[in-house]
């Protein structure tokens, strides 16, 4: 059995690489697959740290952050294609007030 | 079977960070969304190396499934799959999160949590069940357990979730 550190070390590298994704990137389509990148991550960690402890909580949670992930990816691409839109560009730069 | 787990674990993670890094790298957003696919099922695979195997079922069909599809409907919507779309100028930005991401992954690594977690682990027999469909639905819908009134709200989660993609998206009316 493979230690429970070596998965929570490659989770923390995971949610890292989505970090900087989400700090480079300027494209909001990118940003959001960095941010699924780091649910991803916290879901390994979820689910490596109930297998340690031999409870099912840690996969309870995960069940939910998959929920939620649907639900967010769903909204923000609408917004995504709204911002496109009204605005025929979706680079992140150009978008800078919440009011338009 | 110790040193095949081993062997098993260091691939997924090495195909893992290689693809999150491609997410990143490349230029054309339809790449990223094909290697975030690979991620996707590579964290799927860890999953039934960590004995989770209903939500490495789930990740496939929810993340590699329905999230991706709805990726790629966006991009090709949009029509951005061009490379000169959306030019990804040097800026200042790069270095410094470059720098914070080393700090910060450096931080994760060296944090209290991870050096000072119980070394004792539960044993190959009792995590044997843990991620079978009857562990996770018998502690879903007990009540006894915190689960049940959760689960409940995620589905008005999800249903707000439709309504509200579907009045952002709409074109007005007018």
């Known amino acids: 059995m493979v230690p429970t ?15 900087i994704g989400v700090l480079v990137k300027r494209n909001p389509i990118v940003i959001f697959m960095c ?18 402890f031999g409870q099912t909580n840690g996969q309870m949670y995960v069940v939910f952050a998959l929920a939620v992930a649907a639900a967010e990816v769903s909204v923000g691409l609408g917004i995504i294609v709204m ?18 | 079977m110790l040193t095949a787990s081993y062997i098993l674990f260091w691939i997924l993670a090495l195909i893992g960070i290689g693809s999150a890094l491609m997410v990143v ?17 590579t964290v799927a695979v860890l999953y039934i190396t960590l004995s989770a195997q209903f939500l490495a079922a789930v990740q496939v069909m929810v ?42 992954i450096t931080a994760l690594i060296f944090s209290q949590a991870l050096l000072e977690m119980p070394t004792k682990a539960a044993h190959a027999e009792e995590i044997a069940n843990l991620g079978t469909v009857q562990t996770i639905g018998l502690s879903l819908y007990n ?19 439709v309504i509200g993609a579907i009045v952002l998206a709409k074109r007005k009316l007018d």
């Open chain 2, 143 to 161: 009540p006894n357990l915190p689960w049940l009134f959760p689960f409940e709200i995620t589905s008005i989660l999800l249903l707000i979730a």
């Open chain 1, 5 to 19: 550190h070596f998965y929570l070390v490659l989770a923390g590298i995971l949610f890292t690489i989505g970090v």
């Open chain 2, 63 to 104: 993340y590699a499934g329905a999230i991706m599809v709805l990726f790629l409907f966006v991009i090709m919507l949009l029509n951005l799959s061009a490379p000169e779309a959306l030019k990804e100028r040097g800026t200042i930005q790069r270095p410094i999160a470059l720098i914070l991401g080393a700090m910060f």
């Open chain 1, 35 to 52: 941010i699924e990148l780091m649910l991803n991550a916290a879901n390994l960690t979820f689910v490596a740290l109930g297998r340690h």
């Open chain 2, 25 to 41: 790298l490349a230029r054309n957003p339809v790449r990223s969304a094909l290697f975030l696919v690979v991620t996707f099922l």
């Open chain 1, 83 to 100: 911002m496109f839109r009204q605005k025929e560009t979706i680079d992140i730069d150009e978008v800078h007030l919440l009011k338009y």
